[in-house]
């Protein structure tokens, strides 16, 4: 039998971090969210806070769960503010040597049969699982962006996960009132070998002066029935987090997407205007 979890630890408060934090707390778990500084985390539960408050506005949930899940979720300044967790979810930058770098940090201050997972999107799970001291109480847990709306989650077994964590992570996100999907241990997983193509293809289109970006966007949207096209989505992903050869110009002039106001659109007017 796998460990029940109740309280949950979130290591990173970004984007990513904070949708986690936001569906473990309106699904009744206690949350204990961290990160570099109190200024961040703090950030992060501004965020929160927007996010929840639009889904009040739009009759998702009410401002009493609103007001229960918020009360639910405390910082933690420290590791050490993590030892109550029943599993732990690191949610940092996409870098394998900062990942790392936090799983060897962050051990010793966890029970020892406390689960710990990582929101990679793409890095070897069984390798991260290495900087860890409980390989076997290790799997990825990969939510899509953004983490309230999206229905998908999914699991990644390193080699040493045991039967145990794997079926708590499962139900704790049947808890979450999500989906989960199995992938094997290979880069980008499922969701991602599959996407980030297409969007490289969308990119190769553009640059070869086949459309433009409204036109390319379009094409998917209305004829393959996506609800945004390729390159509003790889401005949505972040083009550092999906970075491919032909975006580099993109993110060397820091225009990252919707993160930065400006990536295959200009997101500082009212709507978006295609930049090119």
Known sequence: ?????????????????????HVCSLAGFNVRLNDLSEDRINAGLATINGNMARQVSKG???????????A?????????????CDLVIEAATEN??????????LCPSLRPDAMVATNTSSIMITRLAAATDRPEKFIGIHFMNPVPVMQLVELIRGI???DPTYESSKEFIAKLGKTSTVSEDFPAFIVNRILLPMINEAIYTLYEGVGSVEAIDTAMRLGANHPMGPLQLADFIGLDTCMIDRQVKYVEAGWLGRKT????????????VPTR
């Open 160 to 162: 040493a996960t045991d």
């Open 96 to 105: 394998e040597e900062v990942k790392r770098r936090i799983f060897t940090n």
């Open 261 to 272: 106001k400006r990536g295959f659109y200009d997101y500082r007017g009212e709507k978006p």
């Open 60 to 70: 998702a949930i009410t401002d009493g769960d609103r007001q229960a899940a918020l």
């Open 1 to 21: 039998m796998g460990i029940e979890i109740k309280t949950v630890g979130v290591v990173g408060s970004g984007q990513m971090g904070s949708g986690i934090a």
């Open 72 to 84: 639910l979720i405390k910082p933690a300044l420290t590791y050490d503010d993590l030892s109550t």
